[in-house]
């Protein structure tokens, strides 16, 4: 071990965070934006009209069905609620090979298919948080698995290291230099440290019949059929009869599982077999309505109404599994609970952020006491302002695509995704020609201006601009746009700030109280 436990600790500590701190800190940013999807998406798609949930949507959603796709195996309807206002169905085409999948938004007051822009919305976000883009799925997920098994070394070593880890909670030093940039690190792992242990755990619990199926697979040969239906209690779907039968009314059945759910509401509504005597409908909880993300549904028989099915709680592992899926996505989360998830999710990407800067200028400063300043260096560096810098100027770029691309473009969605990449590959190339600290103050500059002219693009291509969505209520519009000003402000505050440092003298530049090579921080106070 290095010179004794705690020392071995910081410099695991060390390692642990810079191989995968550049992924960690997209992981970070894109997750934290993926606690709004619905309303990311909502407002990527202007050409939706502000709608209230009604107790009609879930009637007028199977009227539609049944005129657009009577011969459909299966019917998927996800009911508005006060974050996502847009009534959705999906549908399996008949004989379509693989998923087979089509949607469409409808109109709740007439059932009417409502033409809106194809966009990945915030769906683009929370699937990049957890499996990537242009990597393969599977690759993506292993590759993030395994950087969330690294972020939590990370965290358990940082705790063993810091002796004082509850006064540096309250340590800040303004001003400082690189000490200053340390007390930012500290503050912003200590003040989620909860969120940061719950958020890493429960993302690899989500993946553990990815990472560790061999129990499975062991105690259950015969394949993962059984296992579900033991943990889940999922049951296989009953095959068509080949016998016409008309559906019962959905409102009475929807009424029937609010009265047993205590007033729960329907989020999600799923037909097999329309028309057949052998259908079913299966209505299902909001995810909203309870932290644990087994999903709670009723099944009926789907002539004659009659339940077939109550899935409650489940078996305590799966409801043990649950519990942790629904916490870490914090989809039960009111208001005041999501800003608190959102804050945790921005402090704990500015703790990998503070961390991979420390990183870099410490390596920047062995290697001028050495007389040549390497490669290694120069790349850290590069990264470090193409990752923090660059990535939330791609997210901004991505939005300008979603209002700028024309709305009947092919595979728009695609392409909204090209731009953020194509972005983001010009922000890992600027450092080349602009260095240092001019890098920095160029990608936070037009990334501020680029959020900050959002809404006035909305004003000049669309009429979900600010000012009309706060008299028409449409509070999820409006709340967004708010939020892209102060992602400009913020943006710009660090612009502002890395502008106006001046670099310390060389023989002050490094404080006695950062750890030098060898040491940890616990040594070095």
């Known amino acids: 071990m290095k010179e004794g436990f705690r020392q071995s600790m910081a410099w695991l500590h060390r390692w642990a965070g810079l191989l995968v701190g550049w992924v960690l800190f997209a992981v970070f940013l894109t997750g934290t934006a993926a606690y709004l999807r619905p309303e990311i998406s909502y407002w990527m798609r202007p050409e939706l009209a502000l709608s209230r949930p009604g107790p009609a949507d879930a009637e007028v959603a199977v009227r539609a069905m049944q005129a657009m796709a009577p011969n459909s195996p299966s019917w998927f309807i996800n009911l508005p609620d006060e974050r996502d206002t847009t009534l959705r169905v999906f549908w399996r085409e008949p004989g379509a090979r693989g998923r087979g999948f089509r949607e469409a938004v409808l109109d709740p007051a007439t059932g009417r298919t409502v033409e809106a822009r194809e966009t990945l919305g915030g769906e683009f976000f929370y699937r990049f948080h957890f499996q990537l883009h242009y990597v393969g799925v599977l690759w993506g997920r292993w590759i993030v698995s395994i950087c969330a098994m690294f972020m939590l070394v990370a965290i358990v070593s940082g705790i063993i290291t810091h002796r004082r880890i509850f006064a540096d909670f309250f340590t800040f030093r303004p001003g400082k230099g690189q000490r200053s940039w340390l007390d930012g690190h500290n503050i912003c792992a200590v003040l989620a440290l909860p969120y940061h242990l719950m958020i890493t755990y429960t993302g690899l619990v989500l993946f553990m019949l990815m990472v560790m199926p061999w129990g499975i697979d062991r105690a259950y040969p015969g394949g993962r059929a059984a296992f579900n239906a033991e943990a889940f209690g999922s049951a296989p779907p009953r095959p068509r009869a080949g016998n016409a039968a008309p559906l019962s009314p959905v409102l009475p059945l929807v009424q029937e599982a609010e009265r047993r759910w205590g007033g729960g509401r329907v989020g999600r509504i799923v037909v097999a077999n329309p028309g057949d005597a052998n259908a079913t409908i299966q209505l299902v909880r909001a995810d909203s309505e309870r932290i644990s993300y087994n999903p709670q549904s009723l099944t009926f028989d789907g002539p004659t109404g009659a339940l077939i099915q109550d899935s409650g709680e489940g078996h305590p592992v799966a409801e043990v599994r649950g519990w942790m899926y629904g916490l870490h996505i914090g989809r039960f ?146 709340g967004f746009d708010l939020g892209l000003l102060g992602c400009a402000l913020m943006l710009g505050a660090l612009a502002w700030k890395v502008a106006r440092h001046r670099p310390a003298p060389a023989s002050s530049r490094v404080p006695s109280s950062i750890p030098r090579p060898g040491r940890s921080v616990e040594a070095a106070r």
Do not use: Y
């Open 333 to 478: 989360a009111g208001p005041l609970l999501r800003a608190l998830f959102i804050l945790s999710g921005l402090a704990g990407t500015a703790m990998v952020a503070t961390g991979c800067v420390l990183w870099a200028t410490k390596t920047r400063q062995q290697a001028a006491r050495q007389g040549r300043v390497g490669f290694g260096t120069h790349l850290l560096e590069h990264l470090n302002v193409a990752t923090i810098a660059g990535l939330p100027l791609a997210m901004a770029a991505f939005f300008w695509a979603n209002r700028l691309l024309p709305a009947g473009m092919p595979q728009r969605a695609d392409w909204e995704v090209h731009v953020f990449f194509a972005t983001w590959g010009l922000c890992l190339i600027h450092p080349l020609f602009r260095r240092g600290r001019q890098a920095w103050i160029e990608q936070f500059a037009i990334g501020a201006l680029a959020f900050a002219l959002l809404p006035l693009l909305n004003v000049l291509v669309t009429q979900r601009h600010l000012l009309a969505t706060l008299s028409e209520g449409d509070h999820v519009r409006a």
